[in-house]
């Protein structure tokens, strides 16, 4: 059985392992599987495995991935049966595997009324939907999402199907902003051509954001530009997976705003991504322009290269394992 194993800073090999199995079933322990991933899409939060510099080397077998859909072959649990097709969340992004054992408690059935690739995004989608609504009131609001991957993408999407009045996407990249009107952005600011304050000024009539949305995460400090781009008493919910230390930030500027500032993680495995899975099968939402390359398990080097440098325009990169024939 073919497993991910990080080997240094920007390398990752397939290694082969034994197979896995069930834990012995314990009374009152929530069940298990065997998940056998078929499709699976990178996320900028498994990045910083592949990017940083890490302690010690090789990583942990299977990081990182944890957006999937696939197949049940075996279970000691009642939720599901063998061969159901479910979207599973493997903890800790430990998922880079041909098939592992996982609580069933992470694992959603798949709707079958649209293709395995386009319900897999109710993953990411549920993210969202889980952090909007600690936002409660969206509806009239005029909202900023700084970074537009395939993460600030959908922020969009779920924007205007909430009502925003204004939602205005900043990047660095007019690659990704050229895509940013087709998701729901009512306007771009290219943050490496304008000053994407007196940008946001001017949109919003002098007023500035009432709602902030930080997806930028990792890769840079964005939190004191979400301060300048909130006004005040607004609210800013830092969405991106952070670095572990957040340096130099203005602190005193965001109390002197009476800033809000929400954070969000761990989404609910009963509610949101069985909502985003709705929204998807139903039509409410449409995801499916965010995937833009997809790669054999066997180009796994690739396919986080090709994520990483953002090649050509990449935002969601697919990776398919043999499983999907």
């Known amino acids: ?23 012995p079933a314990r009374s009152g322990a929530p069940g298990e599987i ?3 991933p078929e499709v699976t899409c990178l996320c900028g939060s498994d990045l910083p495995y592949f990017c940083n510099n890490q302690p010690k080397y090789p990583l942990k077998d299977g990081l990182s991935l944890h957006e999937m859909v696939g197949t049940v072959i075996e279970t000691s649990g009642s939720r599901f049966r063998r061969g159901d097709k479910v979207l599973a969340v493997p903890d800790g992004q430990v998922g880079l595997f041909e098939r592992f054992a996982m609580g069933e408690e992470r694992v959603i059935p798949l709707d079958p009324r649209k293709p395995p690739e386009a319900a897999m995004l109710a993953q990411p989608l549920g993210t969202v939907i889980f952090a909007v609504k600690k936002l409660q009131q969206v509806i009239d609001q005029d909202v900023v ?7 600030g ?13 204004e939602i205005i996407a900043i990047d660095r990249l007019e690659s990704r902003l050229m895509r940013s009107h087709e998701f729901g952005a009512t306007a771009t600011v290219n943050s490496s051509k304008e000053d994407p304050i007196a940008a946001v000024s001017r949109i919003t009539g002098g007023a500035l954001a009432d709602i902030v949305i930080e997806a930028v995460g990792h890769q840079n400090q ?6 300048d781009l909130c006004r005040l008493n607004g609210r800013i919910l830092f969405f991106g997976m952070p670095e572990e230390k957040l340096h130099e930030v203005r602190w005193l500027d965001l109390l002197r705003k009476n800033i809000t500032v929400h954070t969000s993680v761990n989404p609910d495995f009963k509610r949101d991504f069985p909502l985003a899975m709705r929204w998807i099968s139903e039509g409410r939402i449409d995801l499916s322009p965010l995937v ?3 790669f054999e398990l066997r180009d796994i080097q690739k396919a986080f290269e090709t994520f990483r440098d953002k090649t050509d325009g990449a935002l969601k990169v697919v990776v398919r394992f043999p499983s999907a024939g």
């Open 292 to 294: 833009t390359h997809r």
């Open 222 to 227: 964005a939190l004191d530009l979400c301060i």
């Open 1 to 23: 059985m073919l497993a991910g194993r990080i080997i240094k800073k920007g390398h990752i090999e397939l290694v082969d392992l034994p197979e896995p199995r069930l834990s």
């Open 34 to 36: 065997i998940f056998q």
């Open 145 to 151: 999402v700084v970074g537009q991957g395939p993460m």
């Open 153 to 165: 993408q959908i922020w969009c999407s779920v924007l205007r199907n909430l009502g925003a009045r």
